[in-house]
């Protein structure tokens, strides 16, 4: 057999030291090995980890040379890298000398004004490099409004709201160089209006003269009227004197009354320039009016000059012109037009000018609508239409059209109509509920009319069919009338249905529908459906599903206290089953539940009681299973004994203990001998208490008494002080007169 090995990959530029290799920082540095074969893989290892290709970092295959090339080397990435191949490895000895921080751009002066903000950036011939700020040769510190930056290969000193004080040079230094710059910082000059200007009225064709004082003396002024830059012309003279400004308005006219602006270089001072007119007198006075409501009105004057201008006021408010009043002017006329007049519009009315007034009263009366042809009854068929009109004496009226007292509004079946005088309601596609009164109504007028619908006979297009589901099948019944409006009625064996949770009942267009869900045998019969005027009958047949019990009921067997489950398993998910207890059906409360989840059914007897057992049957359907239920009963102890008694004679001695549970039957013993309940002797069982009450005690009764619980006993001794008792004053209380009391405490007085 011959054997044939793959010869070793050995690196054949390798030497006998380590190759070293010296770089600047932010330069790149290439580590070639030559492989003996050219197809053999190599693995680079860096001064820490292996080394994987990014952006740093570049591997590179040329035949059987393997290069690794390292970019923007920094002083952290010197140490010893190593090529590794299958046989052999060669190592390289990387060196990575630090550059000098130099500035490749300097600062450059900066000029600013007061307020604004500075930037003074420089940028290094690296990233990364520490850098001082200086300021008049003072080390700069970061503040609210001086901000330190550094990005990439940038440094920016940034100056927010600069002020006079922070002008001067500045100096950004790092440990091998340095840049200066200078910061000058401009303060505005301040502006100011010494007077301003004040408002004038002068009369028409007289002349205005508006001045102000305004500091410095060179400060130019711009003037300006009513929002217009003044011109300087034949009416109008801007001069000015040292602080002095002044614009002259010569022969001044009604148009020239308006604002006067005064601006020094953002500053501005206002005033009013008022022309006042020649007197504007009426000619034709307003006289009084009356109109009728809803109607329109004008009320007119005329006055001494066509451009003269007037007030219209009611009542003193001043009216401006709009959708209710209308003002004209048309020569030396004067109108207000007041439209669709109401009783609110009554009342005085003035127009005055600035030397003259007049006025008038409006009077409005109530105008006298009237019915000039009534409405009329219409009678009419089911889905046809019907069309109400009437005419009144007066166009525009509204007027409110009513069915039955509720509002008619327009739809796809009701359409409301005016023209002029006239009013129509027409009502589309009637039914038998659409008959009844139809009322129209306007202001105090009331018109009334009957509508009468009729309908033709009901009749069955579809008659219902027999069907026959199984039992918790779902069975639908339908049928089809002539009248998609006609209600029905569903019987079953004469019998009238009504919706429930198993039971449906609607209508769909002319179609009567019955579903009946989950039926169940007492579903079976017939079923009639009862329109009125025809019905048709047909009969449901239920077919009875056999249950049967999967998993049977198991016999089961508890202690006192603990809990019992029973589950068995039916056939069918949907089946309702029952539960009894030596034929007594199962109820549900605090300490018996009942569940059911999909085919199982579950009973549980919470804290069992020896009373709870019993025969435990399920019933579903005609399905049925059966188990025991047994209860070990614990033994009854007594958690409280009876304890020794001293009474009085001729009272009553109570002993009492406690049992460890309510159901624990006790005997009484005195002695040996057993106690019974009677007129000596009474037996009270209260909750776990187990208590011997024994009436008018007397020296006899003095015994040992046992409380026997079968599984336990307790026995306490019963004393008897008074009567027969050596040593002891037998007290008659019978014969008892009082208490005394006294300084040294009390005592009985007996007779």
């Given at each position: 057999m011959l054997h044939v090995k793959e010869a070793p990959v050995l690196l054949v530029n390798k030497r006998e030291e380590r190759e070293k290799l010296l770089v600047l920082e932010g330069g790149s540095a290439v580590l070639s090995a030559v492989t003996s074969m050219e197809r053999a893989d190599v693995t680079w290892l860096g001064p820490q980890q292996a080394v994987v290709a990014g952006?740093?970092?570049?591997?590179?295959?040329?035949?059987?040379?393997?290069?690794?090339?390292?970019?923007?080397?920094?002083?952290?990435?010197?140490?010893?890298?190593?090529?590794?191949?299958?046989?052999?490895?060669?190592?390289?000895?990387?060196?990575?000398?630090?550059?000098?921080?130099?500035?490749?751009?300097?600062?450059?002066?900066?000029?600013?004004?007061?307020?604004?903000?500075?930037?003074?950036?420089?940028?290094?011939?690296?990233?990364?490099?520490?850098?001082?700020?200086?300021?008049?040769?003072?080390v700069l510190a970061p503040s609210p409004r001086r901000q330190v930056m550094a990005e990439g290969r940038e440094r920016s000193l940034v100056l927010s709201h600069v002020e006079p004080e922070d002008a001067g040079e500045y100096c950004c230094e790092s440990n091998d160089d340095q840049t200066l710059a200078t910061l000058m910082v401009q303060v505005p000059r301040v502006v100011e209006i010494i007077t301003e200007l004040q408002s004038l009225m002068v009369l028409e064709g007289e002349d205005a003269t508006f001045k102000c004082l305004v500091s410095p003396e060179d400060v130019a002024v711009a003037w300006q009227l009513n929002g217009q830059p003044v011109v300087p012309g034949e009416r109008l003279l801007v001069t000015r004197s040292g602080l002095c400004h002044s614009l002259h308005l010569r022969q001044c006219q009604l148009g020239d009354a308006g604002t006067v602006t005064a601006n020094a270089e953002g500053l501005v001072s206002t005033a009013r320039l008022s022309v006042q007119e020649a007197q504007v007198l009426f000619v034709q006075r307003l006289q009084d009016v009356v109109a009728e409501e809803q109607g329109d009105v004008c009320l007119e004057v005329e006055v001494s000059h066509k451009a003269a201008e007037v007030q219209w006021l009611k009542h003193g408010v001043l009216l401006q012109s709009g959708s209710k009043y209308q003002l004209q002017e048309v020569g030396c006329r004067r109108t207000l037009t007041i439209r669709c007049l109401g009783l609110a519009d009554r009342g005085t009315y003035r127009c005055e000018t600035l030397h003259d007034r007049t006025q008038a009263k409006l009077c409005v009366e109530p105008r006298k609508v009237s019915i000039q042809t009534p409405l009329a009854d219409v009678e009419t068929f089911e889905k046809e239409a019907a069309t109400?009109?009437?005419?009144?004496?007066?166009?525009?009226?509204?007027?409110?059209?009513?069915?039955?007292?509720?509002?008619?509004?327009?739809?796809?079946?009701?359409?409301?109509?005016?023209?002029?005088?006239?009013?129509?309601?027409?009502?589309?596609?009637?039914?038998?509920?659409?008959?009844?009164?139809?009322?129209?109504?306007?202001?105090?007028?009331?018109?009334?009319?009957?509508?009468?619908?009729?309908?033709?006979?009901?009749?069955?297009?579809?008659?219902?069919?027999?069907?026959?589901?199984?039992?918790?099948?779902?069975?639908?019944?339908?049928?089809?009338?002539?009248?998609?409006?006609?209600?029905?009625?569903?019987?079953k064996d004469g019998q009238e249905l009504r919706p429930g949770p198993n039971c449906r009942i609607y209508s769909a267009g002319r179609r009567r529908i019955l579903q009946l869900s989950h039926c169940e045998l007492a579903d079976a019969g017939t079923y009639t459906c009862d329109a009125g005027d025809c019905c048709a009958s047909a009969t449901l047949h239920v077919?009875?599903?056999?249950?049967?019990?999967?998993?049977?009921?198991?016999?089961?067997?508890?202690?006192?206290?603990?809990?019992?489950?029973?589950?068995?398993?039916?056939?069918?998910?949907?089946?309702?089953?029952?539960?009894?207890?030596?034929?007594?059906?199962?109820?549900?409360?605090?300490?018996?539940?009942?569940?059911?989840?999909?085919?199982?059914?579950?009973?549980?007897?919470?804290?069992?009681?020896?009373?709870?057992?019993?025969?435990?049957?399920?019933?579903?359907?005609?399905?049925?299973?059966?188990?025991?239920?047994?209860?070990?009963?614990?033994?009854?102890?007594?958690?409280?004994?009876?304890?020794?008694?001293?009474?009085?004679?001729?009272?009553?001695?109570?002993?009492?203990?406690?049992?460890?549970?309510?159901?624990?039957?006790?005997?009484?013993?005195?002695?040996?001998?057993e106690i019974f309940a009677g007129d000596k002797y009474e037996i009270c069982n209260l909750d776990c208490y187990r208590t011997l009450i024994i009436h008018h005690v007397g020296p006899e009764d003095e015994d040992s008494y046992t409380c026997d619980a079968f599984d336990d006993r307790s026995t306490a001794r019963l004393l008897v002080e008074g009567?027969?008792?050596?040593?002891?004053?037998?007290?008659?209380?019978?014969?008892?007169?009082?208490?005394?009391t006294g300084v040294g405490g009390a005592s009985w007085i007996w007779d």
């Open positions: 952006e740093r970092c570049e591997l590179r295959r040329d035949g059987r040379v393997h290069s690794l090339i390292l970019h923007n080397m920094a002083k952290e990435d010197a140490g010893v890298y190593t090529c590794l191949s299958s046989h052999d490895q060669m190592q390289f000895d990387v060196s990575v000398r630090e550059l000098l921080v130099k500035f490749l751009r300097g600062l450059s002066d900066v000029r600013v004004r007061q307020g604004e903000r500075a930037v003074l950036w420089c940028e290094l011939c690296k990233a990364r490099g520490d850098v001082v700020w200086r300021k008049d040769g003072r109400f009109h009437l005419e009144l004496s007066h166009p525009g009226v509204p007027g409110v059209w009513t069915r039955d007292g509720i509002r008619v509004k327009p739809s796809s079946t009701c359409r409301i109509s005016t023209t002029g005088c006239g009013h129509s309601l027409t009502l589309e596609r009637l039914s038998l509920e659409d008959s009844g009164t139809v009322t129209f109504t306007a202001d105090t007028l009331r018109c009334s009319a009957r509508l009468l619908v009729r309908e033709p006979p009901v009749t069955m297009v579809r008659v219902p069919r027999d069907l026959g589901v199984p039992e918790t099948g779902v069975a639908s019944f339908e049928c089809e009338l002539s009248r998609p409006s006609a209600e029905v009625k569903w019987f077919q009875e599903r056999q249950v049967r019990i999967v998993q049977d009921l198991e016999d089961t067997q508890v202690q006192e206290g603990d809990n019992a489950v029973f589950n068995c398993e039916a056939s069918h998910g949907d089946v309702k089953g029952e539960w009894f207890r030596d034929g007594e059906k199962i109820k549900v409360s605090s300490t018996v539940k009942i569940r059911q989840e999909g085919t199982r059914h579950f009973l549980l007897f919470c804290s069992v009681r020896p009373e709870d057992k019993g025969l435990i049957r399920f019933v579903a359907g005609t399905a049925v299973s059966e188990a025991n239920l047994r209860v070990e009963a614990l033994p009854i102890r007594i958690v409280k004994p009876l304890r020794d008694k001293t009474v009085l004679a001729r009272h009553k001695a109570t002993l009492e203990c406690t049992v460890s549970h309510a159901r624990g039957r006790v005997r009484w013993l005195r002695g040996d001998t009567e027969g008792a050596p040593g002891v004053l037998s007290p008659q209380p019978t014969a008892c007169k009082g208490l005394s």
